[in-house]
Structure formats: structure tokens, C-alpha cells
């Protein structure tokens, strides 16, 4: 048996299964800290940007590629 649940919203009041209710809150909390991790990640690359230079060569058929890195003097 499921259970709906009544909850306000921008001001609204909503009404949803709890197992929905459940699952949705899951995404948004699983999304909001992948975009977390993502903004940590490009910090991070910005950093070593910043402190060494990169050459990549990709073959476009194939989609394998080959890196130099050196620091910047």
C-alpha cells in the first residue's frame, strides 16, 4: 500500500506517492552533488592550467590521443 504525501511547494500545495516524493529527492540531492564534484574538478584543472602547458594530439577516426605536459617557465 502507498502512502501519498501532502507538502507545499513554491507556495503551492502538492500532493505526491511517497515513494515518488522519495525518489525525486534522491535525484535532486545525487545531481546536486555531482554538479558539486564537477565545479571541484574544473577548479582543479584550472589550477594546473595555470602551472603547466599541454600539448594533445587526437585522431579523430580512432578517438585515442596522446598528451605532453611540460611547467610553464
Do not use: N, P
Amino acid at each position: 500500500m502507498s502512502t501519498i504525501v501532502y507538502f507545499e511547494e513554491a507556495g503551492e500545495i502538492k500532493c505526491e506517492m511517497e515513494e515518488d516524493r522519495r525518489a525525486r529527492e534522491l535525484e535532486e540531492k545525487l545531481k546536486q552533488h555531482i554538479e558539486e564534484r564537477i565545479k571541484h574538478i574544473e577548479a582543479k584543472l584550472e589550477e594546473l592550467l595555470e602551472q603547466y602547458e599541454l600539448e594533445i594530439a587526437i585522431d579523430v577516426k580512432t578517438w585515442k590521443g596522446v598528451g605532453r605536459w611540460r611547467r610553464k617557465s
